[in-house]
């Protein structure tokens, strides 16, 4: 089951009960932020605004508000199907690949998995009708502005694309866009994405100007691969290719050098300035506060192409769960096997929605030597964007991490507050407010896994879990008629 495109996908919806048309006049400031909200926190259907007041196309929200609509978007009933389809394409239907000649070859297979490369094609439904110049004006788009401290209206579902100056590499990454203008916004990659990364060696090299497209709208697997958080030489075009099983058709920009999904339902081409910059914010993000204003890259459009009949995808943030936690949870589940190849020892991981990604990781190991929870804390702070990690919990393997329940209880049973806390300082996610340094601070694990004799001095056997005897369940199970039940 893959999309063609987002319109394929919407009747896919429709036909399931999981999208509802509202044809009520509604206000892109502030309205329809707190209608969505509503239908994310009840797990509500996807919405269509057809008549945003003042526009003319119509606006679509809460497209992946749910496990299950996240799920159906990347063509499958539950997310854990993809983790399995991702596992056996590592050579990891029995677990983790064992020693390093088997982690080079899954190694392999994955980077064989991001050459599921696009295809280009000439004409694009994305270009049915071109604007250059003074016929732009972003103002056009029923552009949402989210909460009443924000500085404005704000593009929150966008895929920007650009390469970088040095290896050519392509780069699709999910970056907010506050409008300041007709023709300009901001470009609020933070300080650890590849986009920034390309604005820098940018720099470094002279440029006058970084190219970059933003697609709006795509098929919807497109749309979320471009949050993932990959290693920065696999291509999310690639990547979404193989997970829809078909190529992702591509087109050239108008005016750019790079190409965009064919079938988007609008594409801004244009330009940064390495080392221009302009405060950008307040934005009420999703870590449930306001993120202040500071300056980042300055977004200069110097096209716009659309379809004839456009429809605007965005999303809203703020105080958790809302659409993006949905997305990162099946970031979390198709990424696992790829985290467990680098530490085969990882059972399972959460993050929950209260966490918001970053400040808080649940993992469960198969524990084997004294100070093995401190070694995995270490190599996961260590791995890409889990550098940002502000708090990592470590449990045994036979416990649920996805029961906060039992999570709690193992974590204030098993815990010696003198012995089994780490504290560490390293890099922080831009939007950290509680950081004296921006984007520097400290880091906390904490060790709850069983304690051997031995560790951290301990000098007494840990006690054994309360469990039936499984006779007795047995003949309860077996009686359980008879107790009048």
């Known amino acids: 089951m893959s999309f063609r495109d987002l319109r394929e996908f919407i009747s896919f919806l429709e036909d399931r009960g999981e999208l509802k048309r509202i044809g009520a006049p509604v206000s892109a400031e502030l309205e329809i932020t707190e209608i969505t909200d509503r239908m994310v926190k009840s797990g509500g259907p996807a919405l269509l605004f057809e008549n945003v007041r003042g526009h003319a196309a119509p606006l679509l929200i809460n497209l992946f508000g749910t496990h299950k609509r996240t799920a159906l978007a990347l063509g499958v009933e539950d997310i854990e199907e993809l983790a399995e389809r991702v596992r056996k394409l590592l050579g990891m239907a029995q677990g983790p690949p064992a020693g390093i000649v088997a982690k080079m070859r899954a190694a392999g297979d994955l980077i064989g998995l991001a050459r599921s490369q696009p295809k280009t094609v000439r004409q694009a439904p ?33 895929l920007v694309i ?79 290719g193989a997970i829809r099983g078909a190529p992702v058709e591509v087109v050239r920009c108008r005016t750019v050098d790079l190409e965009v999904p064919a079938h988007a339902e609008y594409v801004l081409e244009g330009y940064v300035t390495p080392g221009e910059t302009r405060d950008e914010g307040p934005f009420g993000d999703h870590t449930g506060y306001y993120s202040p204003a500071e300056p980042y890259s300055v977004f200069h459009v110097t096209a716009m192409t659309h379809r004839r009949d456009p429809i605007y995808p965005t999303t809203m943030v703020g105080r958790p769960p809302t ?93 010696d507050p003198s012995a089994d806390i780490v504290f560490a300082e390293g890099p922080l996610d831009d939007l950290d407010h509680a950081a004296a340094t921006p984007r520097f601070g400290g880091k906390v694990g904490i060790d709850a896994t069983a304690k051997l004799v031995g560790e951290g001095g301990r000098n007494r056997e840990w006690p054994p879990d309360i469990v039936m005897d499984e006779g007795i369940k047995l003949l309860v199970d077996r009686r359980w008629g008879e107790y009048g039940f």
């Open 126 to 158: 994305c270009q049915e009708v071109t604007l250059t110049g003074d016929e732009v004006d972003l103002y056009r788009l029923p552009i949402i502005t989210c909460w009443p401290l924000d500085a404005g209206p704000y593009i929150t579902l966008p």
């Open 162 to 240: 650009s390469r970088d100056p040095e290896s050519g590499r392509r780069n699709v990454g999910t970056y907010r866009m506050q409008v300041y203008d007709r023709r300009t916004t901001g470009m609020h990659w933070q300080s650890h994405k590849v986009g920034a990364r390309h604005d820098r060696r940018a720099r470094e090299g002279g440029l006058d100007r970084l190219e970059v497209a933003v697609a709006l709208g795509a098929d919807p697997a497109t749309m979320w691969t471009g949050s993932m958080p990959l290693p920065p030489d696999m291509d999310e075009l690639a990547v979404s």
């Open 323 to 415: 659409e993006d936690f949905f997305m990162g949870k099946a970031a979390e589940r198709v990424m696992l096997p790829a985290l467990q190849m680098a530490l085969p020892e990882i059972a399972d991981v959460n993050m929950p929605a209260e966490g918001i990604f970053h400040n808080l990781v649940v993992v469960s190991i198969r524990k084997e030597y004294p100070g093995h929870a401190r070694k995995v804390m270490h190599a996961l702070w260590g791995l890409g964007l889990m550098m940002l990690a502000k708090s990592i919990v470590v449990v045994d393997h036979f416990v649920d991490v996805q029961n906060p329940s039992e999570v709690v209880w193992r974590v204030t049973a098993n815990i």
